[in-house]
């Protein structure tokens, strides 16, 4: 208001002054020419006294005459002020209530083809932005109920760890409210406050966050909670990026997978079970075959020991596929125990080979075992089970190559390193199937029409044991066949120095 304060007092200065200066000059003009042509003795000494009369009546008109103008003029002022202030103070009044709830002016239209103007394009903006507060209010009632009504819990985190939203599955699941957890600050202390004990389990701490920053890629955890009702949460922690690719936030996403979980254990159980009673039994006819063929029990024809061989073989496929259904179960179960110590890579490797010796002569396959010129360093692992894995993978590059086809072990050095490459010529991996290599119960769909034997649970064994010896294992396949590598760390007494 202090700017229009001073438009009124400039208008009446600059309007009011050449009235008062034009008035002055009058009067002044006005005496200085009755005293040129009648001097003022000679008007009190003879018959001028009424004119003098006259004389100061005139000038008593001119003033009232200039007050009225002067008067005239200030009135002007304000009115022409007003009619200048009342619309932008209009507009004013309107910001000042609440520009969120109620942006509309109706103007009458002002003296000034200007004011006018500027009210219209106030106008057209008050439409504006009121179209857009609607479509933002619509969008925004939109998002909530989406992000109310997901079946997920969600929370998200700013990027001082300030919880800023909350849905209703994720209160439901931690057994909290809303308005206790809003703008607080997540600590390591949370987990002290027993009501924020289930908070203080889901939610990233300095460590995580400083990966999922680095990274950017979302971190996957399970979480089992006890309370209000115990329940196994997936937790997903994913990074909120600004068009920059900074992180200013964090969402946090729990999917509840306890019936997952509990049909998984419960498959588990039976798998367990039922390859636990069939294992002894097969274990008995593999025996009793054996003395057979061994002729501990007596002679056999030639034509018996062939279907005694067949029935041999048959028995051993069921045995591994019984040994594979148990790796499993225990390995669901964290039951698939290691032994580490420092052993010979290449001695297992060895005995692998010629264990596997008759399949490669019977199938003609060119095999070829390369190793470095010197000897190979120790690793620090479990022998046993490393044995399983360089055997499944052997043995499936040379049952899925055909006859007269090459297969190529080799072992290197590198650094603090040893690397394991087993390539063949076979029929290679579909590349639509090959995000499910590693999966339970897989098998090609290109092998299944060649082979009918195999369960679908090597691989799966050999990446469980490969990523518990904190090793990797990847692959590259194509028509002309496929390689597998297998990286594994060495602990040895030099790395140990080192």
Not at 15 to 25: A, E
Not at 211 to 236: Q, Y
Request: aromatic share 8%.
């Amino acid at each position: 208001m202090k700017f229009l304060s001073k438009i009124l007092i400039t208008f009446i200065i600059l309007s009011v002054t050449p009235v008062i200066l034009v008035g002055f000059l009058i009067v002044g003009s006005y005496e200085s020419i009755i005293d040129k042509y009648l001097p003022y003795q000679e008007m009190i000494a003879g018959s001028g006294r009424d004119f003098y009369s006259a004389r100061e009546t005139i000038k008593i008109q001119i003033e009232i005459i200039i007050v009225g103008v002067l008067f005239l003029a200030i009135t002007a002022g304000v009115l022409f002020t007003r009619s200048i202030s009342r619309p932008l103070k209009k507009i004013s009044k309107k910001i000042q209530e609440n520009p969120s709830e109620n942006f509309e002016f109706n103007f009458k239209k002002p003296p000034l083809e200007e004011i006018n103007e500027l009210g219209l394009a106030f106008n057209k903006m008050a439409d504006a932005i009121k179209k857009e507060k609607h479509l933002h209010i619509k969008e925004q009632d939109k998002v909530s109920s989406i992000i109310n009504n997901l079946t997920d819990g969600l929370i998200v985190l700013n990027n001082e760890n300030k919880i800023v939203m909350v849905n209703p599955k994720a209160e439901k699941m931690l057994g909290i409210k809303s308005r206790d957890i809003l703008n607080l600050q997540v600590t390591d202390e949370l987990a002290n406050i027993p009501s924020f004990r289930n908070l203080s389990k889901v939610i990233l701490f300095p460590i995580s966050v400083s990966r999922l920053k680095r990274t950017g890629e979302p971190i996957i955890n399970e979480v089992k909670l006890f309370a209000p009702e115990e329940i196994i949460l997936e937790v997903i922690s994913v990074p909120i990026l600004n068009k920059d690719g900074e992180v200013y936030g964090f969402m946090e996403i729990f999917h509840d997978i306890t019936r997952e979980k509990t049909i998984s254990k419960m498959k588990s159980e039976f798998i367990s079970i039922t390859a636990h009673q069939l294992r002894t039994p097969l274990s008995a006819i593999k025996w009793t075959l054996k003395m057979f063929l061994d002729g501990d029990i007596g002679e056999v024809t030639v034509e018996q020991k062939e279907f005694l061989e067949r029935a041999y073989n048959i028995n051993e496929r069921m045995i591994k596929l019984i040994n594979d259904l148990l790796n499993v179960s225990r390995i669901e179960e964290g039951r698939f125990l290691y032994e580490f110590s420092l052993s010979s890579l290449e001695k297992i490797i060895q005995e692998t080979i010629d264990l596997l010796s008759k399949q490669i002569r019977e199938r003609n396959i060119k095999f070829s075992f390369q190793l470095p010129t010197g000897p190979l360093p120790k690793v620090r692992m479990d022998s046993a089970k490393i044995r399983i894995a360089i055997h499944n993978l052997l043995d499936n590059a040379i049952r899925y190559t055909p006859a007269g086809g090459a297969v190529t072990l080799e072992a290197k050095f590198e650094q603090d390193k040893i690397q394991i490459k087993i390539s063949d010529s076979g029929v290679g991996i579909p590349t639509s199937e090959q995000n499910r290599i590693f999966t339970k119960f897989y098998r090609g769909s290109n092998v299944i029409k060649m082979q009918t034997e195999g369960s679908g649970l090597g691989l799966f064994i050999v990446k469980n044991i490969i990523e518990r010896h904190k090793g990797k294992i990847c692959f590259e396949s194509g028509t002309g066949g496929t390689t597998f590598y297998i990286t594994l760390p060495i602990y040895d007494e030099l790395t140990k120095k080192k």
